[in-house]
């Protein structure tokens, strides 16, 4: 039977080492927590409406359903051209006749960044951020202030999305406790125009909303420095806040840029369109794969490290090691399938938005919305457990 070492616990090595056991292989998955953390639906944590077990799967009952091996340890060292990889524990795996890696992304590190949280860090600084905010509605009023960085090496690496949905969600649940009036809420981005890559329309809906929802803007100019009281600005101007949400952009994993993997400027590895890691030198191995948020996509100025996206090329890399044992060609590609697709959630409706080559779009799905995104949450969960069936594509 061949083995496959899939590294990394999140929506991309999960997705790889379903499909991989499915084709019969041996499947042995690192992760280095023991539990899958729903990202797309941990904004609700801050807010009360959701619960932090409500966006974890234990990755224990995923083993036991899908039948692959599960190692909770973190990557420490990987060693390409010699297919072998250090934990954190000490232990070498090596041997196997894949690899696929699925660490995610390291973050970038802006001087003060630890006096903020982030609703796409650690699943840890969900909890912390609902403290925090608990603690500003007892005190009766604030300044907090949401925001997300770029990196200039790398467009794709920007996570903005759940960045605005926690502002409409804590702007909805000030609402209801009647208390909105008391609290300032500003977002800033360094770019002059963020969210441009949802497209012109969503761009205009989402620069009415701010206005409509009486939340401050603040764009264009680049981070300084955070400290626990302000943001300051490249130009020294700044931001009064008591508490800063800010998620920074995505960095090429510290682990990879110690290692012999081919990277571009960024940091993310560089792979083809199959998915299959790209080495110059002829003599490295063929058969490592790197998908989601660790991997360097291509493709349009748009393009968006998604979940969906990290789903697609986990069932194309499979699809690709099973092509490569067969002896057949018939490759999958991935920027075929590259799009923006999420449900922008505000606590009381949410926006469907979409974007390809060829089409931008934004429609406004007042309260149906928000419950079709906490549908989608359920049904994820439910079927990566095989507790209900799995709609194609999804």
């Given at each position: 039977?061949?083995?496959?070492?899939?590294?990394?616990?999140?929506?991309?090595?999960?997705?790889?080492?379903?499909?991989?056991?499915?084709?019969?292989?041996?499947?042995?998955?690192?992760?280095?927590?023991?539990?899958?953390?729903?990202?797309?639906?941990?904004?609700?944590?801050?807010?009360?409406?959701?619960?932090?077990?409500?966006?974890?799967?234990?990755?224990?009952?995923?083993?036991?359903?899908?039948?692959?091996?599960?190692?909770?340890?973190?990557?420490?060292?990987?060693?390409?051209?010699?297919?072998?990889?250090?934990?954190?524990?000490?232990?070498?795996?090596?041997?196997?006749?894949?690899?696929?890696?699925?660490?995610?992304?390291?973050?970038?590190?802006?001087?003060?960044?630890?006096?903020?949280?982030?609703?796409?860090?650690?699943?840890?600084?969900?909890?912390?951020?609902?403290?925090?905010?608990?603690?500003?509605?007892?005190?009766?009023?604030?300044?907090?202030?949401?925001?997300?960085?770029?990196?200039?090496?790398?467009?794709?690496?920007?996570?903005?999305?759940?960045?605005?949905?926690?502002?409409?969600?804590?702007?909805?649940?000030?609402?209801?406790?009647?208390?909105?009036?008391?609290?300032?809420?500003?977002?800033?981005?360094?770019?002059?125009?963020?969210?441009?890559?949802?497209?012109?329309?969503?761009?205009?809906?989402?620069?009415?909303?701010?206005?409509?929802?009486?939340?401050?803007?603040?764009?264009?100019?680049?981070?300084?420095?955070?400290?626990?009281?302000?943001?300051?600005?490249?130009?020294?101007?700044?931001?009064?806040?008591?508490?800063?949400?800010?998620?920074?952009?995505?960095?090429?994993?510290?682990?990879?840029?110690?290692?012999?993997?081919?990277?571009?400027?960024?940091?993310?590895?560089?792979?083809?369109?199959?998915?299959?890691?790209?080495?110059?030198?002829?003599?490295?191995?063929?058969?490592?794969?790197?998908?989601?948020?660790?991997?360097?996509?291509?493709?349009?100025?748009?393009?968006?490290?998604?979940?969906?996206?990290?789903?697609?090329?986990?069932?194309?890399?499979?699809?690709?090691?099973?092509?490569?044992?067969?002896?057949?060609?018939d490759f999958k590609?991935?920027?075929?399938?590259?799009?923006?697709?999420?449900?922008?959630?505000?606590?009381?409706?949410?926006?469907?938005?979409?974007?390809?080559?060829?089409?931008?779009?934004?429609?406004p799905l007042p309260?149906?919305?928000?419950?079709?995104?906490?549908?989608?949450?359920?049904?994820?969960?439910?079927?990566?457990l095989n507790k209900?069936?799995?709609?194609?594509?999804?």
């Amino acid at each position: 039977m061949k083995s496959v070492l899939v590294l990394g616990g999140g929506f991309a090595g999960i997705e790889a080492a379903i499909y991989l056991k499915k084709a019969n292989y041996n499947v042995t998955l690192v992760s280095d927590r023991d539990y899958l953390f729903i990202y797309p639906t941990s904004i609700w944590i801050p807010t009360g409406n959701a619960k932090f077990s409500d966006i974890c799967i234990d990755l224990n009952e995923l083993k036991n359903v899908h039948n692959f091996n599960l190692i909770v340890d973190g990557v420490q060292t990987i060693d390409a051209k010699n297919n072998s990889y250090t934990l954190k524990s000490g232990k070498t795996l090596e041997g196997f006749s894949h690899v696929v890696l699925a660490m995610g992304a390291s973050k970038m590190k802006h001087k003060g960044i630890e006096n903020t949280l982030s609703i796409c860090g650690t699943p840890e600084q969900s909890l912390q951020i609902r403290d925090k905010l608990d603690e500003l509605i007892k005190k009766g009023s604030a300044k907090i202030c949401f925001g997300f960085g770029g990196n200039p090496k790398d467009t794709s690496a920007v996570r903005g999305g759940p960045g605005f949905e926690l502002l409409f969600n804590v702007h909805n649940m000030l609402k209801k406790k009647g208390i909105r009036n008391n609290f300032e809420l500003t977002f800033f981005a360094p770019m002059p125009e963020p969210g441009k890559r949802l497209g012109p329309k969503a761009l205009k809906m989402m620069d009415s909303f701010f206005k409509e929802l009486n939340i401050k803007q603040h764009y264009g100019k680049k981070i300084k420095e955070f400290k626990g009281d302000s943001i300051i600005f490249e130009d020294d101007s700044f931001l009064e806040s008591d508490f800063t949400m800010f998620i920074a952009a995505g960095d090429g994993h510290d682990v990879v840029k110690d290692s012999d993997l081919p990277t571009n400027e960024a940091g993310f590895i560089s792979i083809d369109d199959n998915c299959r890691v790209i080495f110059e030198d002829s003599n490295m191995p063929k058969n490592i794969y790197a998908i989601g948020d660790i991997a360097a996509l291509q493709g349009a100025d748009w393009r968006a490290k998604q979940g969906h996206i990290a789903e697609v090329m986990a069932r194309n890399a499979a699809f690709n090691i099973i092509q490569t044992d067969k002896g057949l060609s018939d490759f999958k590609g991935y920027q075929e399938h590259l799009n923006i697709l999420c449900v922008m959630d505000s606590g009381n409706g949410a926006s469907f938005i979409y974007r390809d080559s060829t089409k931008a779009m934004m429609i406004p799905l007042p309260i149906v919305g928000h419950w079709l995104k906490r549908a989608w949450g359920k049904y994820y969960k439910l079927s990566k457990l095989n507790k209900t069936p799995r709609i194609p594509g999804m």
